[in-house]
């Protein structure tokens, strides 16, 4: 397979499974830092052989419970070394995990947990109560192991095992077709689904998406680790590559653990590199630079046409803010402006944006590092097919993908998995097209609003048109009673009546580069920022509760 890659800049060891990860990280990459985080006052540095040795030994104490042959292990709470110990702990012991998202309600995650059949749940002390809610809902779980009181010594527990000469989890072999991992997705759009994936699903899907980059060593894990994209680029490609990763455990201490960990690149959501922004620019109007910054970009931008590049040194001051190494912010799990994109290359700062789907295990599409073209998602992964399936006049259709990295289906779920799964083609229900074999997100295919002269509209784009204007905090365009709808949040201070007719003036101007069709004609104002997923995805199908 690794003779197969056809664009790859860096040869990786090729690795069948997750555990075959884990065994060869402890030996390749010893004592260097795998992990830190903050402990008490300080920060904990964990070496790679470290690492090995504690997953080893939570897999033996997992077998010698009794837990094997695919049984299903909850994992809940906050990012942490101990959650990704577990996490490979469970996969590796040849059981399957499944990471349910901290931030759902007691009621919630009992029903994730009748549905994934889960014998055992591994949570944070933050989750107790909500583990009593539970019991009192009439869980039939069998065990719970908290990641915080009781894992060193149930690691310690292993590791005696091991030493006694019990080898469960040695002797334990990996069928990499089989389901390692129950991923139930955010539910932007309905009830959460459980996604099936598999050790070649996950194993596939990390190998050819850094085979593709060139990736600076050091990152912080901001994303939520339950989520794939959360564990795929910050955890299990890290890894791979023998990255050091600084774990975040909460957004107030975001911008301390970057400063302290100075990394070299960083997977985030749109929202957090929007931040990003935002706050270089406000820091640097706060302090009258803005004509002086706009100027230096424009002179480093001539510079750099005839080959000389001073970003690194003209910017540095803005680049020491995220701890003085960052080169490189890897964007997925939403679309992200030009503006941003554009933004960020101009000090320095190169953004890598793709596409994914929890059910591709996620990453389908990767820009890459020399080749990079604004308002696309970049190019399919090696050894991955997509194609647009019944293309309009302007190429665009749903997004089909086929390859490794697709998953096994839906689980207790054969209707729908038979709905979207077709002779090995995964129905994104995304829409999009190609060009010059760059694939770009048109929009949504739940979200398309077509109208009565059977033009389609899709909503993210007028969105993203309006997020521009001054004041507009957050926008989402829908169809009502046969019109086109902009709902908007803002949270500027000031006379709201004024903000709100300002709003509106610059919508028309918005329209005035719109066709028609797909023009405003109706604009709400709401006052509470609209409902969102934990990976802050706005819940559409809450707008109107």
């Given at each position: 397979m690794a003779k197969e890659i056809?664009?790859?800049?860096?040869?990786?060891?090729?690795l069948e499974d997750l555990k075959e990860l884990i065994d060869y990280v402890g030996k390749e990459y010893g004592n260097k830092t795998a992990y830190r985080y903050r402990e008490g006052q300080g920060i904990t540095d964990v070496s790679f052989e470290k690492f090995s040795a504690d997953v080893t030994a939570l897999g033996e104490y997992i077998l010698n419970l009794g837990y094997k042959d695919g049984d299903r292990i909850a994992l809940i709470g906050e990012n942490s070394y101990n959650w990704v110990v577990a996490y490979f702990a469970v996969i590796n012991s040849g059981n399957v995990v499944v990471p349910i998202d901290k931030e759902l309600k007691a009621n919630e995650i009992y029903r994730l947990i009748n549905d994934s059949d889960s014998k055992m749940i591994i949570h944070s002390t933050s989750k107790n109560s909500c583990i009593e809610e539970m019991k009192d809902l009439g869980i039939v779980t069998e065990k719970f192991l908290t990641m915080d009181d009781e894992f060193d010594s149930a690691i310690c527990e292993g590791k005696k095992l091991i030493d006694s000469g019990s080898s469960m989890y040695s002797d334990v072999k990996i069928?990499?077709?089989?389901?390692?991992?129950?991923?139930?997705?955010?539910?932007?759009?309905?009830?959460?689904?459980?996604v099936m994936l598999s050790n070649k699903n996950l194993a596939t899907n990390a190998y050819t998406a850094m085979s593709c980059m060139i990736i600076p060593d050091v990152t912080v894990a901001l994303l939520p680790l339950n989520h794939t994209f959360g564990i795929m680029a910050s955890i299990i490609c890290q890894l791979w590559m023998g990255h050091t990763v600084f774990i975040n455990s909460g957004l107030k201490t975001v911008l301390q653990d970057i400063?302290?960990?100075k990394p070299g690149h960083i997977s985030v959501v749109p929202l957090y590199i929007e931040n990003f922004y935002k706050k270089i620019w406000q820091g640097i109007e706060k302090q009258g630079k803005t004509k002086l910054v706009k100027t230096m970009i424009s002179v480093s931008n001539t510079l750099r046409k005839i080959g000389i590049d001073l970003r690194r040194y003209l910017f540095k001051s803005i680049i020491n803010n995220f701890g003085g190494n960052l080169e490189m912010l890897i964007s997925g799990g939403a679309p992200i402006s030009d503006v941003y994109m554009k933004g960020f290359d101009d000090i320095g700062v190169t953004i890598i944006n793709g596409y994914g789907i929890t059910e591709c295990s996620p990453i389908v599409a990767l820009n890459r590092n020399n080749n990079i073209k604004y308002g696309t998602v970049g190019n399919p992964l090696c050894n991955t097919e997509i194609k647009i399936q019944d293309p309009d006049e302007n190429g665009e259709g749903e997004i089909w993908v086929k390859g490794d990295i697709v998953m096994m289906g839906y689980y207790h779920n054969e209707a729908e998995t038979a709905r979207v799964l077709k002779d090995g083609w995964f129905n994104t229900e995304d829409i999009g097209k190609f060009e010059n074999n760059f694939l770009s997100i048109t929009g949504r295919k739940k979200n398309i609003i077509i109208l009565d002269n059977g033009k389609n509209v899709y909503p993210e784009e007028i969105e993203t048109m309006l997020?521009?204007?001054d004041n507009v905090g957050e926008v989402v365009?829908?169809?009502?009673?046969n019109v086109i709808v902009a709902e908007v949040y803002s949270d500027a201070e000031g006379d709201k009546t004024a903000i709100q007719?300002?709003?509106?003036s610059d919508i028309k101007k918005v329209n005035s580069q719109l066709a028609v069709y797909k023009q405003i004609n109706r604009v709400k104002f709401r006052d509470e920022?609209?409902?969102k997923t934990t990976t802050k995805k706005i819940k559409r199908d809450m707008i109107h509760q």
């Open positions: 056809k664009d790859q800049y860096v040869e990786r060891k090729y069928d990499r077709e089989k389901m390692c991992a129950l991923i139930y997705t955010s539910g932007t759009t309905g009830v959460p689904k459980g400063q302290d960990a997020s521009f204007i365009v829908y169809q009502e009673d007719a300002q709003i509106k920022e609209f409902i």
